[in-house]
């Protein structure tokens, strides 16, 4: 028997319409400590870790973000987030490609940069509960993308090599972190980058949506 493919899904801007409401969260929060941030910027940096996202504009805007300030800026993006909570709906197709991996037995799992609190709120949209689905966030790795840790976490978890896996991720810095641990990188465009930005950052096909996707699952797919 062929080995199947197993799939691993960002979030945000993969299986939910919500990277700008994750960007006004942020941008809320950042006003709210007087750190004046164009919303363009922090567009940019939406798929890393919350963590890293703050130190990488503190590095490129000379800002001085403290560790205390950091997890404030956490703290009120979660409250931001969760306030706009009812604007946030599955992406055409999410919900259909999921539950048609599901029927042809081939494995898959959530990865998101996000917490659980903020993960919660994604997987209401999209139906699902996370005690009954392979979900790892980033609570439970060291460190966000685009270092590995994620999609490697999210491999042991269902028990596959991570060479056998597919990333499907709408940002750069999910393609970046799949690079890095010999994943295929399948591209979306529902979070804002263009196909030109995501293929250099090595994914190997560029789909509009999940809804696009399931329409080429033959393109990437190894079923059982």
Not at 20 to 39: G, H, T
Not at 144 to 173: Q, R, S, Y
Not at 217 to 223: I, K, S
Request: charged share 20%.
């Amino acid at each position: 028997m062929r080995p199947q493919t197993s799939f691993i899904f960002d979030l945000d801007g993969t299986l939910t319409d919500s990277v700008y409401q994750n960007v006004s969260a942020w941008k809320e929060a950042l006003d709210s400590e007087n750190i004046p941030l164009a919303m363009w910027r922090i567009h940019r940096k939406i798929g890393m870790s919350g963590g890293l996202m703050l130190k990488t504009l503190s590095r490129e805007t000379g800002l001085n973000i403290s560790a205390d300030q950091a997890q404030r800026l956490s703290e009120k993006h979660a409250l931001a987030y969760q306030a706009l909570q009812s604007q946030i709906i599955p992406l055409p197709g999410a919900v259909e490609l999921l539950t048609t991996l599901a029927s042809e037995q081939m494995q898959w799992c959530i990865a998101t940069s996000g917490g659980m609190d903020t993960a919660k709120i994604n997987l209401k949209a999209l139906g699902l509960d996370a005690k009954d689905i392979n979900l790892i966030t980033r609570d439970d790795v060291k460190y966000g993308k685009p270092d590995p840790d994620l999609f490697l976490a999210a491999a042991h978890t269902m028990g596959v090599p991570i060479e056998g896996c597919l990333v499907i991720g709408d940002a750069i810095w999910d393609m970046l972190a799949a690079r890095r641990c010999k994943a295929t990188g399948i591209g979306l465009l529902s979070g804002g980058y263009d196909t030109g930005e995501l293929e250099r950052a090595g994914a190997l096909r560029v789909y509009d949506d999940p809804l696009s996707l399931l329409h080429h699952l033959d393109e990437v797919a190894t079923r059982p």
